[in-house]
């Protein structure tokens, strides 16, 4: 028993001892931050104080709490400087002393300064609220102007520059079709794969080579019609072969196959031309442009018989072998014959020209097949309001000013852009 009792005296007298030591060692800090203090050097002055409040259980001395909130005053820690003055009342015995009315000054200006801070948060919340309420909202509206935008994005491989009738050309999963600079699909891209494009007239081919399907598209009236069968041109041919560019003066030029003659057909009769040449070859054997010809429409040069080919223009006429291979083009003006080895095919005569598409290249020619410049598209230019963009993505957008503002339009649609759209909805 009497072990016990000196055991826990002695730990009694130790914690004693721990505890009095704590107490001087915050003595020795609190008298290091009141010179911090009174030298001006806060950090310093709170490092110490710090220190001292953290050996100390509670701080049961009100100059001590008096230091405290001076210290956190002068570093603008007014919720620390508040709370060590309220500690300070607490524990000061005579509220007459000039001390005492100094840190209750004080303590009013913390609690001013405390108000201040408070209403400033305020204010920083609230703008912070109306930032988040306007990010919301715009966006919200972002979202509305996204899905309505992509109602209104043209979602093509590629499209085509307007000419000055506005009608492009574009691609779609493989196929081609044609729209109007609004955007309106004027023929549907479903059927044809490929195009020939000239002076306002578009013709659209169910396929690149020997196509059996030619749509024609007037530019001008914006209307379009299906080529009538091959059958009723020639009841031989399966194919129109060779399609040349079509030209202003509405003639459109093919090669079809196992045919003895071009195909030419005129867009404004929407008609197949056959005419009898019987005429054209008497005048031609008349200036001796041909040796002979016989009722079977066969003409002889050179000693050779040839099968008369038609007439593409310009006194230009096709020539062909019995075995419906396109032997060359008969020049009326000069009686010069063009090997096909080096004119593939030639297209209609019109304007002074004539377009060659050989295999390797093509190059426009006049009537007797000299080399001259290439004809002028009469397609034009372009002049009108549409601009046509292209996006990141690779679709397309037509935009429009109107009234001084950009739209995005789409046919009788449209959409201002994502700036004006949020201002004009608030």
Same mark, same amino acid.
């Given at each position: 028993m009497n072990k016990i009792i000196f055991t826990l005296s002695i730990l009694f007298l130790s914690l004693s001892t721990f505890g009095q030591t704590?107490?001087?060692?915050?003595? $020795?800090?609190?008298?290091?931050?009141?010179?911090? !203090?009174?030298?001006?050097?806060l950090d310093d002055a709170s490092k110490n104080f710090g220190r001292a409040a953290k050996l100390l259980d509670t701080i049961t001395n009100a100059n001590v709490a008096r230091l405290g909130s001076l210290i956190?005053?002068?570093l603008n820690k007014f919720e620390e400087a508040k709370s060590y003055a309220k500690q300070y009342f607490l524990l000061v015995k005579n509220k007459k002393t000039e001390s005492y009315t100094q840190l209750l000054d004080l303590y009013v200006t913390i609690e001013e300064e405390l108000e201040k801070i408070a209403l400033e948060k305020k204010k920083i919340e609230k703008i912070k609220l109306a930032k988040e309420r306007e990010t919301k909202r715009i966006d919200s509206l972002k979202t509305v102007w996204e899905n309505k935008s992509n109602t209104l994005t043209l979602q093509f491989e590629t499209v085509q520059v307007f000419n000055k009738q506005g009608v492009s050309v574009f691609e779609k999963e493989e196929f081609v079709g044609v729209m109007d600079d609004k955007g309106t699909v004027l023929v549907e891209a479903d059927t044809y794969k490929s195009i020939k494009s000239f002076d306002g007239f578009i013709l659209l081919l169910n396929q690149e080579e020997n196509p059996t399907q030619i749509y024609c598209f007037d530019s001008k009236t914006k209307e379009g019609f299906l080529l009538p069968k091959l059958s009723e041109f020639n009841t031989l041919s399966t194919h129109y072969g060779k399609v040349m560019l079509p030209r202003g003066s509405g003639k459109i030029i093919? =090669?079809?196959?196992?045919?003895?003659?071009?195909?030419?057909?005129?867009?404004?009769?929407?008609?197949?031309?056959?005419?009898?040449?019987?005429? $054209?070859?008497?005048?031609?054997?008349?200036?001796?442009?041909?040796?002979? !010809?016989n009722k079977d429409g066969q003409v002889r040069i050179n000693k050779v018989w040839y099968n008369f080919g038609g007439h593409i223009g310009g006194g230009i006429h096709p020539l062909y072998l019995p075995d419906y291979t396109l032997f060359g083009f008969l020049c009326g003006i000069d009686g010069k014959v063009l090997p096909a080895s080096?004119?593939? %095919?030639?297209?209609?005569?019109? %304007?002074?020209? #004539?377009? $060659? #598409?050989?295999?390797?290249d093509s190059f426009w020619v006049n009537q007797n097949g000299t080399k001259v410049d #290439? #004809?002028?598209?009469?397609?034009?230019? =372009?002049?009108?309001?549409?601009?046509? $963009?292209?996006?990141? %993505?690779?679709s397309y957008q037509i935009h429009q000013e109107i009234d001084g503002e950009k739209f995005i339009v789409l046919g009788d649609e449209k959409l201002e852009t994502l700036e004006a759209f949020i201002r004009k909805n608030p």
């Open positions: 704590n107490k001087e060692i915050a003595g $020795v800090y609190i008298r290091k931050a009141e010179q911090n !203090y009174s030298n001006l050097k956190h005053f002068k093919t =090669y079809p196959n196992n045919s003895l003659k071009a195909l030419v057909f005129d867009i404004t009769t929407k008609e197949f031309d056959n005419s009898s040449y019987v005429n $054209v070859i008497k005048d031609l054997r008349k200036t001796k442009k041909i040796d002979k !010809y080096e004119f593939n %095919n030639l297209g209609a005569f019109y %304007n002074g020209k #004539a377009h $060659v #598409a050989n295999e390797s #290439a #004809a002028t598209n009469e397609a034009g230019k =372009y002049t009108g309001k549409s601009e046509l $963009v292209k996006l990141e %993505n690779g």
